[in-house]
């Protein structure tokens, strides 16, 4: 297992590629190293430490059920006060970018540096659509296309030029077609999920194969009702009761996108030792990023073992090697601050008929160098969610036999469990704000039951499910929270505030409960897979 490596670690990687000594060495290097943030001087210091911690919140138990529902299984989410910075680090072969003026809504995060790639290769789109209906505007300018992607922006504002938000991706309203009406896009995501900033709303849809000359992207925003907002102006929060027409077409040429792109069929096919099938289909090299396709599949034994929502956690653990230009980028994940695909597409309509998990991962050319001819693919593990019980019994009196010594801290709960290690040695009842589905009786806003201590997660976090029980065996939902810090040398996520919240238990729930883990989002690394990815005669875009 190697470590991952930390911001110094990314530094040094920087200074052995600029030194450029034997490919053989510096790959043996890399396998400690690798990376350091490096942003754009448009941006601010080049060199910028990011932050080594990040919140997180595992929301689980019986009320996450509806959030399994209305989110697509994010059993985890991230809470962060600002937009996620992505750690990077620069190609060895990165062209130097045009100096031309990025239109405002594209000025963060990478996106700008794609607008700089694209406009002058005639792969930037004005549809001009601005519609306002009572008040009410949407915007839409500037679409970004390559053969891989189509990057929509929205701005939409209410009266007051305050932001809302009432066009959603996931319902649906939004189509990517050909002149039939066949769709032949699916949503796709960037990998640092900053899907929003402060007055836009980006959609980003990945093509399928065999798309057509001419695209058709249609709003059905008719009966769009325009939700609540902040008045900034007046300082209030509004509640319209205002519906309107938002509807829109616009039609995109691909024959360029299409002609600047480098599409290799892929055959390769590895099993794990445990059951997981992972087929590489396509590459596709871009002149905005280079996407690997690939299909992922379970045997009927992994099947039964794995929570039906396996496709929403199962991540990959990767690395590629680039021995000509000395470069080695590690992909790990969903974990904190971790390193993840420009674009991430998990598509999993077919799954419901037995079919595989396609899996698309886009790497950015400032990022990874996007001529290079002699790539390696090296699969270092992946993630799983697992069903696996255990348990451990809480008794809150042997906490409070001990509350004489408040010299140290006395742990009267230990939990372990593949890896993973869980100490509680504190407890007290807060007042927990948001929505759940208590058990029946439990009055929302009494101070629910906390239990504090500290853990080590060597398996993932996303995709875990608890759920505590009392001595009458109803059931309560349970919140786990923490902020982790660097991972450790054992590749372990330490979290030294770890909180479980046991929604809707309260003191006259008395002293004794039952809390369970039922799924875990198991990390395997008994894999052994290298493919050395299609190489290429020409890029067109560089003619």
Sequence with gaps: ??????????????????????ADFTLEVMRKLDGVSMENAEHGNPFTKKASKSHWMRRTGIAAAAVVILAGGAWFAFDHTSAPEQPSVNAVNHPPLPNIPVPE????????????????????????INIEDQGYTLKIENVLVDRSQIVMTLQQNAPDGSMINPVYPELGR????DEKGNSIASLSSPGDQTLYSSINQRFVYQL?????????????????????YYNSEKGEFVE?????????QFNIDMTKAKSLAVEAPMNNTYTTPEGLKLDMTQLVRTPNGTKLDMNVSLDDELRAKVEEGWANYMDLIYHIEISETNEYRIFNGSRPSARQAKFRLRDQSGIRDGG????SETWDPAFVTVDAKNIRFVLDGYTLPVKEEKSVEVDLDNMRKDMKDTSKPYTFVQFEQFGDQIVLYEFNYQSVQGSYNLPKGNVKGNSSLVLVGNGRFR????????????SQGTEYPVEVMGIP?????????????LKLVIRGFYKEDGTKLTLKRTVVNREYRDVKWEVDLPSYTNLPWQK
């Design 356 to 359: 595989p998990l396609k899996l």
């Design 459 to 470: 398996n993932a976090f996303n995709g875990d499910q608890w759920v505590a029980i009392d």
């Design 240 to 248: 319209p009761s205002a519906t309107v027409d938002w509807s829109f």
């Design 174 to 177: 939004v189509h990517i077609t």
């Design 105 to 128: 809504e594209l000025k963060y995060s990478y996106f700008a540096d794609d607008y700089k790639r694209l406009k002058p290769l005639g792969l930037v789109v004005n549809p001009n």
């Design 485 to 497: 810090d660097k991972p450790n040398n054992n590749e372990e996520n330490v979290v030294n505030d």
């Design 1 to 22: 297992m190697k470590p991952i490596p930390n911001d110094e670690d990314r530094l040094w990687e920087q200074h052995l590629f600029r030194e450029e000594p034997d």
């Design 208 to 228: 399928q194969d065999g798309i057509p000359d001419k695209v058709v992207v249609r709003g059905e925003l008719s009966h769009l009702k325009i939700p609540g």
